[in-house]
């Protein structure tokens, strides 16, 4: 089993930044590739972006060129800086591992789930 850590969630301005940050326990060593998912009132769950233990990436069209995600493999955590942040960009944000491939991962999430973290951009 892996437990998922989020924080860094919080209300900030439109164009405004955060980081949110995912640390991984437990059974590590089955990770292949970490991320994040959203979900905003009202809405389905959407895939955010993903990054595997080698480096490779896969951002949503949507975060593209304002969100970037980073992996510490060493600290068995993910991170996500969020920047130019929207109104639309209010969500619940996940922490989303496991031993997926990416595509897997974008379409339909991978094994295991943090508990989420409340992101709200507001004026």
């Known amino acids: 089993q892996v437990q998922l850590v989020e924080s860094g969630g919080g209300l900030v301005q439109p164009g405004g930044s955060l980081r949110l940050s995912c640390a991984a326990s437990?059974?590590?060593?089955?990770?292949?590739?970490m991320g994040w998912y959203r979900q905003a009132p009202g809405k389905q769950r959407e895939f955010v972006a993903a990054?595997?233990?080698?480096?490779?990436?896969k951002y949503a069209d949507s975060v593209k060129g304002r969100f970037t995600i980073s992996r510490d493999n060493a600290k068995n955590t993910v991170y996500l800086q969020m920047n130019s942040l929207k109104p639309e960009d209010t969500a619940v944000y996940s922490c989303?591992?496991?031993?997926?491939?990416?595509?897997?991962?974008?379409?339909?999430?991978?094994?295991?789930w943090g508990q989420g973290t409340q992101v709200t951009v507001s004026s």
């Open positions: 989303n591992a496991g031993s997926d491939t990416i595509v897997q991962f974008t379409t339909s999430g991978a094994q295991y």
């Open positions: 437990g059974s590590i060593f089955t990770i292949y590739i």
């Open positions: 990054m595997t233990s080698g480096g490779s990436t």
